[in-house]
């Protein structure tokens, strides 16, 4: 009789699981959580196609290096796991990474301000320096009810919306961004989320919004986009806060 072996992660799986772990447990310190719900998934090196996703049930604040599962890109374990993976949820992020060699993390989030600036029109406001980095680099995807993985077509609208933008505003429904990697993707979903803070504390004031000159939310933009660290000190000094109060991410 046959049994299964789990897999031994490689040296760079390993890696990348600690950080995926590292960001989920982030997510969940800075309040960025729906519950069980939403994903953050990292690619893994090969041409295998595989990825890394949550256990569907875990809160993110559980999420270590070795419960995080291994998929191929329709959703499917790749590994042995006595929990369930939520196919249907990982259709979004499927789409990004088979489409864009470059989104090696994919972040998704249901957040009360990234769901409320998904609830209108005007997309993310320059009201200030924080949103201006974001300007006409996020793109705007029109609500098709849940995300499911017998609705091929709308992935095929994902990527068109997503093109070579740093995200995605889910109409009616949340954020996402992608990165070259875990800290690059974490760096944008975070300040992505601070724009839609900020944008809905200056429009609850009731008080006329001042915009800036488009030549100085450019130049905002351009200045951040010359800053190649790109959120690597950031992501560096969050690293050293969870290795001292949430050690266990690692295991």
């Known amino acids: 009789m046959s049994t299964v072996t789990p897999d031994v992660p490689s040296v760079p799986e390993r890696a990348l699981r600690q950080e995926l772990a590292a960001a989920y447990r982030l997510i969940a310190h800075f309040g960025m959580t729906d519950l069980v719900y939403t994903h953050l998934s990292v690619r893994l090196p090969g041409p295998q196609h595989t990825y890394l996703v949550n256990p569907y049930g875990f809160l993110f604040e559980e999420i270590t290096a070795s419960s995080l599962v291994k998929v191929d890109a329709d959703g499917h374990p790749r590994q042995p796991t006595a929990w369930p993976i939520n196919p249907a949820g990982f259709v979004i992020h499927s789409a990004i990474h088979r489409a864009r060699p470059d989104a090696a993390c994919v972040m998704h989030t249901h957040t009360v301000a ?27 995807h029109a609500y098709e009810g849940i995300a499911a993985d017998d609705n091929l077509s709308e992935r095929e609208r994902l990527v068109r919306d997503l093109g070579q933008h740093h995200g995605l505003i889910l109409q009616n429904h949340g954020l996402l961004t992608v990165g070259r990697s875990v800290a690059e993707c974490f760096y944008r979903m975070y300040y992505l989320e601070q724009a839609c803070r900020i944008q809905i504390a200056a429009q609850s004031t009731g008080m006329p919004l001042h915009f800036p000159s488009r030549d100085s939310i450019l130049r905002a933009r351009q200045q951040f986009e010359d800053d190649t660290d790109q959120g690597q000190l950031i992501w560096q000094a969050l690293i050293r806060k969870l290795d001292r109060e949430q050690p266990d991410y690692k295991d």
């Open 114 to 140: 990234g769901m409320a600036v998904a609830a209108q029109d005007q997309r993310i406001l320059p009201v200030n320096q924080i949103s201006m980095e974001f300007h006409d680099r996020i793109g705007f």
